[in-house]
């Protein structure tokens, strides 16, 4: 399954904000910076009632990372290049990382597209390079008044994703069940996909230990409702906890969602017999 489809979420329109979000996610990707490690991970508690996601804010010590994009390169061959010698095995041939071949063939040409177009120069040196380049030049034009607001959220989004791809590809999200949705009031749902019914937990909650500014999301997958950042969480979280305060065993039978009665999704007539994606 496919992670839950989070629209990206902007917390600045303002283009001064924009542009350092830009300049930030550049840094990240193309120079060694300084990074938050969160040392206190939310973690599953013994039996919490709302899904025992701890809520607390992390933890955060200081370290210096490599460009993420070095990173990435890196991956690709690990026992090639630098020495790990903290890792054992290092005589051993490490495989060979096919996603993360893939995932820079596809960032460092979306890289040498947007140098080229900015400069109108032919893209030599490291991505790295060609990104600081780019950043370079992409904020000239900003002071000199050629870059409309719409192309700093393009171009935001476009720096940050290759951003999270590349911080999940080290540190996938992880994903935790609510016990309970407050905002529809069931506990599961049922979809009916290829004749065959599948029961879900209602509210799923994904977090990233790779990037602990990266805001955790929890998201209701029959109401579609959504809580972002630990401090939407924490009212979720208040909110399930309220509804066992009022009745301890509210939660022990599960409370199902009725398939909706939709014909366009469940009946796929012309789906029959081919495999599922
Ligand atoms: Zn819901």
């Not at 380049?133 to 900003?142: D, G, I, P, S």
């Not at 002071?143 to 719409?150: C, E, M, S, Y």
């Not at 959220?153 to 994903?175: A, C, M, Q, S, V």
């Given at each position: 399954m496919t992670a839950a489809p989070t629209q990206p979420h902007l917390g600045a329109t303002d283009p001064e904000r924009l542009l350092a979000g830009i300049r930030g996610n550049v840094y990240r990707l193309a120079l060694t910076t300084r990074v938050e490690i969160d040392r206190d991970p939310p973690a599953r508690t013994s039996r919490g009632p709302a899904g025992a996601l701890r809520l607390t804010k992390p933890i955060k010590a200081a370290a210096y990372a490599p460009p993420l994009l070095t990173q990435l390169r890196d991956a690709i061959r690990p026992n090639q290049g630098r020495t790990d010698s903290g890792r054992g095995g290092g005589a051993q041939s490490l495989p060979y990382d096919d996603t993360a071949s893939a995932l820079l063939a596809t960032i460092e040409?979306?890289?040498?597209?947007?140098?080229?177009?900015?400069?109108?120069?032919?893209?030599?040196?490291?991505?790295?390079?060609?990104?600081?380049?780019?950043?370079?030049?992409?904020?000239?034009?900003?002071?000199?008044?050629?870059?409309?607001?719409?192309?700093?959220?393009?171009?935001?989004?476009?720096?940050?994703?290759?951003?999270?791809?590349?911080?999940?590809?080290?540190?996938?999200?992880?994903?935790?069940?609510?016990?309970?949705?407050?905002?529809?009031?069931?506990?599961?749902?049922?979809?009916?996909?290829?004749?065959?019914?599948?029961?879900?937990?209602?509210?799923?909650v994904t977090y990233y230990p790779g990037n602990t500014r990266r805001p955790p999301v929890a998201e209701c997958g029959h109401c579609a409702a959504r809580w972002t950042g630990v401090d939407e969480l924490a009212a979720l979280a208040a909110a399930v906890d309220s509804i066992l305060a009022d009745d301890a065993h509210a939660l022990d039978e599960p409370i199902i969602a009725p398939i909706p009665d939709d014909p366009a999704s469940t009946d796929e007539p012309d789906t029959e017999g081919r495999p599922t994606p």
């Open positions: 040409g979306e890289i040498a597209g947007m140098y080229r177009s900015a400069l109108e120069l032919e893209p030599l040196g490291t991505s790295e390079q060609l990104l600081l380049e780019w950043l370079r030049e992409f904020e000239f034009a900003y002071r000199a008044g050629d870059v409309v607001d719409a192309q700093l959220t393009n171009y935001l989004l476009r720096i940050r994703g290759w951003r999270f791809t590349i911080e999940d590809h080290f540190t996938p999200p992880r994903k935790q069940e609510f016990a309970h949705c407050p905002a529809c009031g069931y506990t599961h749902y049922e979809t009916f996909t290829h004749g065959e019914i599948t029961r879900q937990r209602c509210v799923t």
